[in-house]
């Protein structure tokens, strides 16, 4: 039995079932010296599948569980473990040589913090789609050639590398010539994750001579898989060691608060612990990935569905944090002095909180990245697809859950606002309803015509349901008194068509028909609305039966033709009709207004919205833009192989 040292200085007593974390024991844990054990130690398996489960396509994962039983098991004998090792070896498959000197994980513990590996792959993929309207290549096409001409002027002065970046296109560029093994791997760019190409034992291996630069953008884009999940358990360690166990935060607030504030995040940190693993036991068996997909398709099945329930109650963290730090000193004054820690690097708590959904996200568009460098018709493009899809379904998931909290809380707030005064009261909370839009716009006065130049319009507020139509009338900050209601099938709109007798009065207004309102009567309001943009969207959200195809005479740019815009800014839809919208996302616009507002559909999965001009930038060069929907295509494509196979598989089963 090993010797305790000595025994630690007085600390402040634990609380009861967890002991206490000290600054510098944290920073300890997430920098280890050189020398040291590795950062990620080995867990056992959350999620352990039988060895014979056909959904395993990952022998890291074989291994790690293998390697698991021998560390607690670290006090057998020794002729016991030597005997264990060599059974080990024969059940064991045979892993591909390594070339080179072995794999050393040290340069992994130095990655950035999520949030910025975040901010630095933003920036970059900007940058790849910014290109002069009239020139004729993209960023990556300067970024290559531009290593070229380096290489061509000083190939035996030049030591360090290009900027090491996170992005698989401009990180790949590096390795345009033959000669790219032979410069040394240089310092990162602040925010910066380690290249492949740029690892000791790659250059060391020689592989980097013999590799096409496709092939090495095939290796970065699934490198970058691991780099990225190693900065993201960093900043989750941050999360879980600094804040989550700290005893001060955890005194300033009730139990309930602060379970509602952390969710399952350390269940969330097991899973991302477990893949990290799973990935570095897939790199130690060969320095050349063959494929990764497997892993993360696994993955995907098993463990990632953990976001989702975390993702579901990020509208209750929010709010709860917002009350704190209005409601609690306390609260207020613990969270500011654990985010001047040097750990958190000036970054905000709440960029730790959001990190979860932001990382499986991102863990699509890496699989697409990956995909795209992978050739078709092969057993590696298959995996790729099946990935991409299971992932694609935990993100689905995660939106439709964080869709129905919203709108519980939505319908809920709105019953409290809502009187009905002398009107018959409807019930507002209901489990298929939900508030699709709302806005207030200018009714005109009783009495007034189109023909009357001194007509007044006074405000009415519009509340739409899936199901349901109210007008009301605002009574205070947070009070409206429902003037009247409708089902929302009963609802027509018409533009009013502006003449020769004052355009500027009537412009943006349209007609309001309740086909039969709450007293069963017909009743006909011209409402006008704040800008063109505002009319469009309330007129197309009612039926008209008289011109069933107004929304396909009304869009200004066809599919093929459409001009593309890509997000330079986070949009957070405030109604059901606007378009989410995250940093780099591609979106072909449909119709424009002159109010700043565009009508668009999201490259990535087609759906569509309205969102501000200010969010995003145009695509003016038409090479990057057939390169983006050449890119997509390819993703589409594999994605309806997949889709095709197991539609035949349920065909299969299920007979003719």
């Not at 910025?116 to 900007?126: D, H, M, Q």
């Not at 290549?137 to 002027?153: E, V």
Request: aromatic letters at 6%; charged letters at 25%; glycine letters at 4%.
């Amino acid at each position: 039995m090993r010797g305790r040292g000595p025994p630690p200085p007085p600390m402040r007593p634990p609380s009861p079932g967890r002991p206490a974390t000290s600054e510098a024991q944290l920073a300890r844990s997430l920098s280890t010296p050189p020398g040291s054990p590795p950062m990620f130690q080995r867990r056992a398996p959350l999620l352990p599948p039988p060895r014979t489960d056909p959904r395993r396509l990952s022998s890291a994962s074989t291994h790690s569980l293998t390697s698991t039983k021998e560390e607690e098991n670290g006090c057998a004998e020794e002729d016991e473990n030597k005997g264990e090792e060599e059974e080990e070896e024969e059940a064991r498959p045979v892993a591909p040589p390594r070339r080179g000197s072995s794999f050393k994980w040290s340069r992994l513990q130095d990655e950035p913090l999520y949030q910025t590996y975040r901010a630095t792959v933003i920036t970059k993929e900007i940058k790849r789609q910014t290109v002069g309207r009239n020139i004729s290549k993209a960023s990556a096409d300067y970024t290559m050639d531009w290593f070229s001409r380096r290489l061509a002027i000083a190939p035996a002065a030049v030591t360090p590398g290009p900027p090491a970046v996170s992005s698989p296109l401009s990180a790949a560029a590096a390795a345009a010539s033959n000669g790219v093994s032979r410069l040394g791997p240089g310092p990162p760019m602040p925010g910066g994750s380690t290249l492949w190409q740029d690892l000791p034992a790659v250059r060391d291996s020689g592989v980097l001579e013999n590799i096409s630069p496709e092939d090495c953008k095939y290796q970065e884009s699934m490198f970058e898989v691991l780099t990225s999940e190693a900065s993201y358990l960093r900043s989750l360690r941050v999360l879980t060691n600094h804040f989550h166990e700290s005893r001060d935060l955890e005194e300033a607030m009730i139990i309930r608060d602060r379970k509602t504030l952390f969710s399952n995040v350390l269940r969330v940190r097991e899973v991302s612990e477990r893949f990290l693993k799973d990935l570095e036991d897939r790199m130690e068996q060969n320095l050349v990935f063959t494929d990764i997909c497997d892993i993360i398709h696994y993955h995907a099945q098993h463990n990632f569905p953990v976001y989702i329930d975390y993702v579901r109650n990020q509208i209750y963290q929010e709010k709860t944090y917002t009350t704190l730090m209005k409601s609690s000193a306390q609260f207020a004054e613990v969270i500011s002095r654990l985010q001047e820690s040097p750990l958190c690097q000036r970054l905000p708590f709440m960029s730790f909180l959001l990190l979860p959904f932001q990382r499986i996200t991102r863990i699509k568009m890496l699989i697409e990245n990956i995909l795209k460098r992978t050739k078709e018709q092969t057993k590696e493009e298959q995996t790729a697809s099946k990935a991409l899809d299971s992932v694609s379904k935990i993100i689905e998931e995660c939106n439709t859950e964080v869709g129905k909290m919203k709108q519980v809380e939505e319908l809920i707030v709105l019953s409290k606002m809502l009187e009905f005064d002398k009107l018959k009261a409807l019930p507002i909370i209901s489990q298929n309803r939900n508030l699709e839009k709302k806005g207030e716009l200018g009714e005109m006065s009783k009495g007034a015509t189109l023909f009357n130049m001194r007509a007044k319009f006074s405000p009415v507020h519009l509340f739409l349901f899936n199901d349901l139509l109210i007008l009301a009338s605002k009574k205070g900050p947070e009070r409206f008194v429902v003037l009247d209601y409708a089902h929302r099938s009963l609802v027509q709109v018409e533009p009013v068509v502006e003449g020769p007798t004052g355009p500027a009065l009537y412009e943006n207004c349209f007609t309001l028909t309740l086909l039969e309102n709450h007293q069963g009567r017909l009743m006909e309001r011209l409402l006008k609305a704040p800008s063109q943009s505002d009319l469009h969207r309330w007129v197309v959200a009612f039926p008209n039966p008289s011109n069933p195809e107004r929304d396909v005479e009304e869009v200004i740019y066809e599919d093929w033709d459409c001009p593309q815009v890509q997000c330079v800014e986070q949009y957070v839809a405030g109604q059901t009709d606007e378009l989410s919208l995250e940093p780099t996302e591609i979106i072909n616009v449909l119709r424009k207004t002159n109010e700043g507002w565009y009508e668009g559909s999201r490259l990535s999965d087609g759906q569509k919205g309205w969102f501000p001009v200010s969010s995003v930038v145009e695509i003016t060069n038409e090479h990057v833009r057939r390169r983006n929907l050449r890119e997509r295509y390819r993703v589409m494509q594999a994605a309806s192989q997949v889709a095709n196979l197991a539609a035949a598989q349920v065909k299969a089963k299920t007979g003719p």
